[in-house]
T-cell receptor, first 114, second 116 residues
Framework: GAGVSQSPSNKVTEKGKDVELRCDPISGHTALYWYRQSLGQGLEFLIYFQGNSAPDKSGLPSDRFSAERTGGSVSTLTIQRTQQEDSAVYLC????????????FGEGSWLTVV | AQKVTQAQTEISVVEKEDVTLDCVYETRDTTYYLFWYKQPPSGELVFLIRRNSFDEQNEISGRYSWNFQKSTSSFNFTITASQVVDSAVYFCALSEASGGYNKLIFGAGTRLAVHP
């Protein structure tokens, strides 16, 4: 597609429920990133994919968070047993892979846990 | 360790004023990349500029200009003749080449409010 596409754009869920956030990167981009933006925490790196593998998962905050990427394209970020502190904007980004290349961000998925 | 500091939390100016957003970074790498992104109220992060550590030339794009100084580890952003549409949060970010991929470390952001 023309840009990074994320869905849903907004999600309200009850505490304890699982949620899935989807990212469709720019066509041809081999690198895909998830970031989280929450009040007081700024923009935090969560995970990096190169193709379908995730060489850097160091930013995932707990084992309730997982992500996968299939076909070197679409990625899904899953949060299990959501907690109120998971409320944030989850941003997906993609680039052509090498360090220094421009990273393009999607519009984000706004998650609210009530 | 890498770090980006944007000391200005909020800036408020009147339209047509010039405004400079400060960014100071820390890295041990000799090769690195610096970025500025704009986040308008709608929420998306809009790419503005990328600069690599070997290119210290200042850059101008319309009303926007960037001043990169390795000696002071700074990459400041100036908006000339600001407009209301410039109101947004601006983020500076750093990526180290040694990682082999773009793990961006962001500053806390500077919220710019331009008033008519």
């Amino acid at each position: 597609g023309a840009g990074v596409s994320q869905s849903p754009s907004n999600k309200v869920t009850e505490k304890g429920k699982d949620v899935e956030l989807r990212c469709d990167p720019i066509s041809g981009h081999t690198a895909l990133y998830w970031y989280r933006q929450s009040l007081g925490q700024g923009l935090e790196f969560l995970i990096y994919f190169q193709g379908n593998s995730a060489p850097d998962k160091s930013g995932l905050p707990s084992d309730r968070f997982s992500a996968e990427r299939t076909g070197g394209s679409v990625s899904t970020l899953t949060i299990q047993r959501t907690q109120q502190e998971d409320s944030a904007v989850y941003l997906c980004a993609s680039s052509s892979g090498q360090s220094g290349n421009t990273i393009y961000f999607g519009e984000g998925s706004w998650l609210t846990v009530v | 360790a890498q770090k980006v500091t944007q000391a200005q939390t909020e800036i408020s100016v009147v339209e047509k004023e010039d405004v400079t957003l400060d960014c100071v970074y820390e890295t041990r790498d000799t090769t690195y990349y610096l970025f500025w992104y704009k986040q308008p109220p709608s929420g998306e992060l809009v790419f503005l500029i990328r600069r690599n550590s070997f290119d210290e030339q200042n850059e101008i794009s319309g009303r926007y200009s960037w001043n990169f100084q390795k000696s002071t580890s700074s990459f400041n952003f100036t908006i000339t003749a600001s407009q209301v549409v410039d109101s947004a949060v601006y983020f500076c970010a750093l990526s180290e080449a040694s990682g082999g991929y773009n793990k961006l470390i962001f500053g806390a952001g500077t919220r710019l409010a331009v008033h008519p």
